[in-house]
């Protein structure tokens, strides 16, 4: 085991690991886990071998701890020191009665306990019995929820500081969220407004437009008529001076021959 956990350290500080997993490594007892892993949040030893938990490090932080098939038959006081333990797998050991997993009660803040496949769970009362002693906090009991209909929210009491103030975090994230959503819906609101105004201008000019079309076409037609009317004057015009020049020149004619008899 102490070669298995120097090989999982990877070369950092004891107080700097969260997580350890030392599942099928071999020994008979706890060696090598120590105090000073203060910092550890999850610990797995399943099918390590182990026949006790003598010597198991208090662990203030711990609150997973999984050391399912192995061959524990009592010893459980020792958990006592990981005061936060919340999910605690002793399935497939070697417990056999009440009185080995009475120490659990010290464990206050337990809400998951899975004791299958141990002799004990076979006793008469052993349900009753575990309820009396975690009814405050348990939620799972040997893979069966005991929540029977009510609020989850309802065993939360309980719950450690660190949880409380991740909870809390969560919640003012979400409304800060939830602001932020209110700020965009605000702003989109402002754009399909602008968007509508700017529609309307639009709108406005192409029927301002199309009226100016509308009357430069007016115009054009009148300017038709006019120049029409023009233009049939001018051509009056022109035949009036026509037929004035082709009577001067009669005139003339006809004075040369009156001059031209009297000359003869």
Known sequence: MEKRIELEKRGRKPE????LILDDCRSTAI????????GLRSLSLINVGLTSLKGFPKL???LYLDVSENRISNSLQNLS???????LNLCQNKLKDFEAIEPLKSLERLKFLDLSSNEVTKQEGYKEFVLEKFSKTLRCLDGDSLLNGKDESDSDSDDDEEDGSESEAEVEEGDGEED????DDYDS??????AGEVGLEEMLKD???????GNDYVLDEEDGVDQDSSDESDDDAG???DSTANESQDTRGKKRKLDDESTE
């Open 81 to 87: 020191g990981c005061i936060k333990l919340k999910s």
């Open 60 to 62: 203030p932080l711990l």
């Open 16 to 19: 700097e690991i969260d997580q």
């Open 189 to 194: 609101d402002d754009q399909v407004y602008e």
């Open 180 to 183: 932020d959503d209110d700020s």
């Open 207 to 213: 029927n301002i437009d199309e009226e100016s079309e």
């Open 31 to 38: 060696v090598g886990l120590t105090d000073e892993y203060v």
């Open 239 to 241: 035949e009036a001076d």
